[in-house]
């Protein structure tokens, strides 16, 4: 008995315990308690199967709208955070330059601020009166003040997402610069002989070969996209409860948050998040097979 | 010797258990900080008054979801939960589904009973039962910019109807350029207490959703009207009347009236330091002759758990704090709230001064509260309260007010049928 302790047959399993406790705890038991639960009507001491209602009640213009910020954000996040942080990386890929150290410092400092705190600021500056700061900047130029967070769906997109932006374009950076070090030095030289210009390098060398490093990037932003709730919350704060006039600033998980914590309706909120997670999976899978990622490489 | 000092010893010990009976601890959970100065200085009182029951108060102050989801999952699993409880209004209705979780406290009421704002004890009741009490009254009033007023020459005390309120407020608009009134437009503060004055609701009394009847959309064009035929009105900057927005254009005497709910008081004090002893309140434009002048909005209704040990200490205690003439003079005097105890309003406490009373105009708030303390009509609230609150602020009163791509109908109707599935 002493011996099979130390031999091969159970230590493994030993090491492996806490994490196999920690997800059947932590993952397993809430995702088979979610699936249960999206069946059933939760009130105290009288909690009941209802079948599909949950479900059929997702059909409504809310849930829709949900859907569509939610999907709209996350494509537009995506079209704007990986461009971008790329050529921000290849500029600032050169590790004797002080002043890239300095701005690669500046852009990171924006993720660092708390999204309560930014979020907040950012509604100030984009308040509905002539006097707030952005609509008296774009007064002389002849724009009307708008309201920008009340009821109107397209500013209030380029708030989310231009927020994102503000905030991660640093992380992605890190990300892309790591990569970039990943590439022989010797492949540019070689170009360079050859006489390719900087575009030619870019997009023949650099970007082929940050496949990978864009491969992951993508999938994190298909996730922190569809999972976006804090920032829509920040900006319409205070509109008691997660909602925003005419639904603009709506996300999948701020229907969550609306349904199953606000209202309580616990066995819907449920049903909420298993669509969510249908259809991040759904994505994820399509994306990861544009990307070639589950074929084998040829070598 | 030895024998006579360990019975000595006995004795005192004994003796010293006696004199310092240890207060019985309870536990109390609110979502709002300032609650907890109010429930301490009243824990004071209370022993000093009562040697024998003693109490060890520890309050704890969360986040006001957290605390309600806490709370809820607490009731749902049937452990953790406190003794005693502040729940929010619009979460009440998610305590009284299933078996529910709090003790009935028609007992300590009822030798009151006919002292209290009745609406205010029937909307935390089901089948008779009442299971909390409330702060506050939230008696809805009409405060007036008198300077605005003034220069407009408006005498306040002549607006009888909501049509003296249309006419005194173009008579501003045209004297002096400003906006009568502000509406909310992503919040229920405005439209709410203007149909609950006419007896309507979002629920009729058997709670069937009742949204979308004649009253409620005929109010609902009237507001549309105040802002774009009459034009005495407009959107509340930054959408409500809790913005920052709003505070700092209303404090710059931006706007002539606002009607809100009593507990606004502290915000004009808080937020509008600019504006005192200029405000004086009124009671609500009423809609026909004899008809209501306010309507009752919000509440925080305080219960005690069934899982407490000490379900009748903490009961009485509860009584004590938000039941008793004591317990709601010192309402007003730490938080400010219209206490639901009417036969305290005329109380001398209640016209002592403090900052309210040196804010306002009035002499005495509570002398015109007095007046329509029977024009108080309960609302109804039902399991699906926050579901049809979210529909008011997120997209029926931007729909019809800020960019009318709806009817009044259309909007109230549309809602009100996806609730009925």
Known sequence: ?299 | MRRLLVLVLLVATVAGFNAFAAPTKLTLWTFQPLHLDFYNAVVKVWNAQNPGKAIDLDGQAFPYADMHNKLLVAVQSGVGAPDIADIEISKFPNFLQGTIGLVPLNDVIDPFRDKFVQARLAIYAKDGINYALCFHVGATVMYYNMDIMKAAGVNIDKIDTWDDYVAAGQQVVAKTGKPMTTLEITDQWSFWPMIAEQKSDYFDKNGNVWLDNPTNIKTLQFMQDMMYKSKIAVAAPGGFHHAEQYWGAMNAGGFGSIWMPMWYMGRFTDYMPDLAGKIAIRPMPRWTKGGFRSAGMGGTGTAVLKQSQFQDLAKKFLFFAKGSKQGNIMIWQILGFDPIRWDVWSDPAMSAPNKFTEYFQNDSVFKMLLAVKDEIYPVTLTSKTSDLTDMVRNTIMVQVLQDRSKTPAQALKEAADQLRK
């Open chain 1, 1 to 299: 008995m002493r011996r099979s302790i130390g031999s091969g047959r159970f230590a493994p399993y030993l090491f492996v315990l806490p994490f196999i406790l920690s997800f059947l705890l932590f993952y397993f038991y809430p995702l088979v308690s979610t699936v249960l639960m999206s069946f059933q009507e939760i009130i105290p001491g009288q909690s009941h199967f209802i079948g599909l209602l949950n479900y059929e009640r997702l059909f409504n213009p809310s849930m829709y709208k949900a859907i569509w910020n939610s999907f709209r954000y996350t494509v537009f996040t995506i079209l704007i955070l990986i461009p971008i942080p790329i050529l921000l990386a290849v500029m600032l890929n050169n590790p004797g330059n002080p002043a890239s150290a300095v701005f690669r410092g500046a852009l990171f400092i924006p993720t660092l601020v708390s999204v309560v705190v930014a979020g907040t600021i950012i509604r100030l500056l984009f308040a509905g009166s002539p006097s707030a700061i952005v609509n008296s900047l774009l007064g002389p130029f002849g724009v009307k003040p708008m309201d920008w967070l009340i009821g109107n769906s397209t500013s209030a997109m380029i708030l989310l997402v231009g927020m994102a932006t503000w905030r991660w374009t640093g992380v992605n950076i890190i990300y892309f610069l790591s990569g970039l070090q990943n590439i022989s030095r010797d492949l540019y030289e070689a170009a360079n002989i050859d006489g390719a210009s900087a575009w030619y390098r870019l997009f023949r060398i650099t970007i082929p070969l940050l496949k990978p490093t864009i491969i992951f990037v993508t999938t994190i932003s298909v996730f922190g996209g569809f999972a976006m709730f804090e920032e829509s919350y920040i900006l319409w704060s205070g509109n008691s409860g997660g909602g925003s006039p005419n639904n603009v600033g709506l996300t999948m998980v701020g229907y969550i948050y609306l349904k199953g914590f606000q209202g309580g309706a616990m066995g819907l909120g449920s049903a909420i998040g298993l669509i969510l997670l249908l259809i991040v999976l759904a994505v994820s899978i399509i994306q990861l097979n544009l990307f070639g990622f589950f074929k084998k490489e040829d070598g």
